[in-house]
């Protein structure tokens, strides 16, 4: 749908999982695909809007789903930082700002220029942690007026309460317009074609649960999106 109202607006995605480097060969990431963002751009795309993808870290198989399409634009990013000036660079030019990536909390003090070497240490290295930056908490303090931002929060929980209470917390801190709070564990939510969201709004009240492959929860957010477009 073309004419529909996210039609000719310029919409901003993050997707996949950072890397943050422990040396040149090593790294600390997360399992995320990249296929719920990659599949909110899509379907962005779809509506008629210009997309910019930042892509961390994604695998060719998933981003094919949008590599032939002339309204995505994909924009590769590795670390957190990376992501990061990706992100306010795009989001000046973006009426909506989607961050489905999944950010490293954490990055690696003084990362080494050389591979570090077992026979080289004696015992098991430590490594220091800095924190990174929130991007989004970023992008919600230079937010231009009605920009719409939506953040995506992976929660591990033990019941739908408890996860409801953890997104709507979150939604709270992170002062976004909507929040798409995915129930994750070690085989749920990363790396599968299917998902289920809850999507909260600024009030935290629950928009929508929708359970379904990730185009159809990301077709879900996005008549969120429009409905605080309107
Ligand atoms: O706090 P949490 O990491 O669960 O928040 C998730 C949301 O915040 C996602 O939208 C993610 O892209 C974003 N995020 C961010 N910068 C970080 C951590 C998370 O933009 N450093």
Known sequence: ?????????????????????????????????GRQGVAVAAAAAARGAKVVL????????????????????????????????????????????????????????????EKIRKEDSDGPPTLTLLEN???????????????????FAAETAADEVELMERGRRKLARKGVDLLAVNSVG????????????H????????VERISGTKQQTADALLDAVAAVLR
């Open 54 to 113: 930042l892509s961390a870290n994604i695998d060719d198989s998933v981003l094919a789903e949008v590599a032939d399409n002339p309204a995505v634009r994909v924009v590769p990013v590795g670390t957190a930082a990376e992501l990061e000036s990706a992100a306010h660079a795009g989001s000046a030019g973006a009426e909506v700002v989607i961050m489905a990536a999944a950010v490293s909390d954490y990055r690696v003090a003084g990362v080494s220029e």
């Open 1 to 33: 749908d073309t004419s529909g109202p996210l039609a000719g607006l310029r919409i901003l995605v993050s997707a996949g999982g950072t890397r943050e480097p422990i040396d040149p060969v090593r790294f600390i990431g997360n399992r995320s695909s």
């Open 186 to 197: 070690w085989s749920e939510g990363f790396e599968s074609s299917d998902n289920t969201l």
């Open 133 to 151: 930056p929130d991007i989004l908490a970023g992008l919600v303090r230079d937010r231009r007026p009605g920009q719409v931002l939506v953040g």
């Open 199 to 206: 999507i909260i709004e600024a009030s935290g009240a629950l």
